[in-house]
C-alpha cells in the first residue's frame, strides 16, 4: 500500500523530530530536512507529494526555496509554517501557490486537516 510522502522543512532541529514523529503517526511517510537547498534537492529527487516548509529560515527562507522548487514543479502542494499569527506571511502566497499558511502554535488537529485535504486533492488528480 502506498503512503502519501511529505516533506518537512524546518531549521529548528527540535521541531522536526516532534512533526515527523506526529505526522508519520497519523501514516504518512515523512522526509525532514533543515534547509532550502535540500528541500529542493528532495523535490527535484521526486521524493515527496506534499511539502510543509517553514517560512523563516535563515539563508534560504521558505518564500526563495519555494521560488526555486516552482521552477521545476509548478504543481506541489505546499503547507507553510509560520511564527506568525497575522498578515505578514500572506504577501506573495498567491504567485508562489502555497495552498495554506498554519503558525506553529496552532493545535496539531489543523494540520493534519490540511494534510488530509492536500491528499484528497492529489488523489482526485490519479
Not at 515523512?30 to 515527496?48: E, W
Amino acid at each position: 500500500m502506498y503512503k502519501m510522502k511529505i516533506l518537512l522543512v524546518d531549521d529548528e532541529a527540535d521541531i522536526l523530530i516532534v512533526m515527523k514523529k506526529l505526522i508519520e503517526s497519523w501514516g504518512y511517510e515523512v522526509i525532514s530536512v533543515s534547509n532550502g537547498k535540500d528541500a529542493i534537492d528532495a523535490v527535484t529527487a521526486k521524493k515527496s507529494d506534499i511539502i510543509i516548509l517553514d517560512h523563516l529560515m535563515p539563508g534560504m527562507s521558505g518564500f526563495d526555496t519555494l521560488r526555486e522548487i516552482r521552477k521545476f514543479n509548478a504543481k506541489i502542494p505546499v503547507i507553510m509554517f509560520t511564527a506568525y499569527s497575522g498578515e505578514v506571511p500572506l504577501k506573495g502566497r498567491e504567485d508562489l501557490g502555497i495552498n495554506v499558511f498554519i503558525p506553529k502554535s496552532s493545535e496539531e488537529s489543523i494540520l493534519k486537516i490540511a494534510i488530509a485535504t492536500m491528499e484528497r486533492k492529489l488523489e482526485k488528480k490519479y
